[in-house]
């Protein structure tokens, strides 16, 4: 399964306890003069937000990306398994 999908069907709410989200992917530059002046979006981030009472939640998609196997552990880890 791919990081949005487990983040969107473990999600629960710490604000108002539901369970429906939405999960958006958005880059953005780094903090650096080079990275602005070439505009590379290096910094990639999960954005996970309560359908029902809008609280969003903020996690960085290269942690999550790029752990493969163990994916599915660290979202445990964040949501309790």
């Known amino acids: 399964m791919r990081a949005e999908e487990l983040l969107a069907a473990r999600f629960k709410c710490v604000k108002c306890g539901g369970s429906g989200a939405k999960i958006r992917k ?4 780094g ?6 002046m070439m505009d590379w979006q290096r910094n990639r981030y999960y954005f996970v937000s309560c359908s029902h009472c ?12 790029g752990k493969g196997d163990s994916l599915r552990d660290i979202i445990d880890l964040i949501f309790g398994g």
């Open 26 to 29: 958005l880059a953005m530059t």
């Open 31 to 36: 903090a650096g003069v080079f990275d602005r």
């Open 54 to 65: 809008g609280y969003t939640e903020v996690y960085d998609a290269t942690v999550l990306d």
